[in-house]
T-cell receptor, first 116, second 111 residues
Framework: GAGVSQSPSNKVTEKGKDVELRCDPISGHTALYWYRQSLGQGLEFLIY????????KSGLPSDRFSAERTGGSVSTLTIQRTQQEDSAVYLC??????????????FGPGTRLTVL | RKEVEQDPGPFNVPEGATVAFNCTYS??????FFWYRQDCRKEPKLLMS???SGNEDGRFTAQLNRASQYISLLIRDSKLSDSATYLC????????????FGRGTSLIVHP
């Protein structure tokens, strides 16, 4: 079956421009997460969607970052007025709720964002 | 103190060696635990879940010590293909169900 897909795979943009990153989760998965990973660093949590609940935005680094999840499926992460420090790999993951909370996350291949 | 801590390594071992990594977590409400593997410039992939009683999958053994709040991963008979970064993941039961990742431990297996 299809895994998590993300687009674009690579994005190069100029400082100050807006970018949109897309994530298609595994069909039927209720939970969707966005992370970013800078070179040689760990995963930094950004935002979490679970079903129809209000998203947990506690990881968003600034108000330039926002995300939506339409129809409980596809999600878009938007970065406005990009800065060079936004350069990173943006990873999306989805999971289905299992008994006892033993969710397994499945990651997409990521979008490598470079801000010049 | 970080919520999930790992020794970044690198652990440099010869083929056939046994190597072990530890991961400590700070939140006693942590509910479930996983080890993920991440190859260079690739996304993380689940290696194995960690069960309270410990569990084994081939050459890999995972253990959980709730009293001391750490989990471990043991790799026996290391292969060159085991070279990767191993990420510890801790899920905390609470209002938001957000997996917390360690920064990873780098393993290099050499001939």
């Amino acid at each position: 079956g299809a895994g998590v897909s993300q687009s674009p795979s690579n994005k190069v943009t100029e400082k100050g421009k807006d970018v949109e990153l897309r994530c298609d989760p595994i069909s039927g998965h209720t939970a969707l997460y966005w992370y970013r990973q800078s070179l040689g660093q760990g995963l930094e949590f950004l935002i979490y969607f679970q079903g129809n609940s209000a998203p947990d935005k506690s990881g968003l680094p600034s108000d330039r970052f926002s995300a939506e999840r339409t129809g409980g499926s596809v999600s878009t992460l938007t970065i406005q007025r990009t800065q060079q420090e936004d350069s990173a790999v943006y990873l999306c993951a989805s999971s289905g709720r299992l008994a006892g909370g033993r969710d397994t996350q499945y990651f997409g291949p990521g979008t490598r964002l470079t801000v010049l | 103190r970080k919520e999930v801590e790992q020794d970044p390594g690198p652990f440099n071992v010869p083929e056939g060696a046994t190597v072990a990594f530890n991961c400590t977590y700070s939140n006693s409400a942590s509910q479930s635990f996983f080890w993920y593997r991440q190859d260079c410039r690739k996304e993380p992939k689940l290696l194995m879940s960690v069960y309270s009683s410990g569990n084994e999958d081939g050459r890999f053994t995972a253990q959980l010590n709730r009293a001391s709040q750490y989990i471990s991963l043991l790799i026996r008979d290391s292969k060159l293909s085991d070279s990767a970064t191993y990420l510890c993941v801790v899920n905390i039961k609470g209002g938001s169900y957000i997996p917390t990742f360690g920064r990873g431990t780098s393993l290099i297996v050499h001939p």
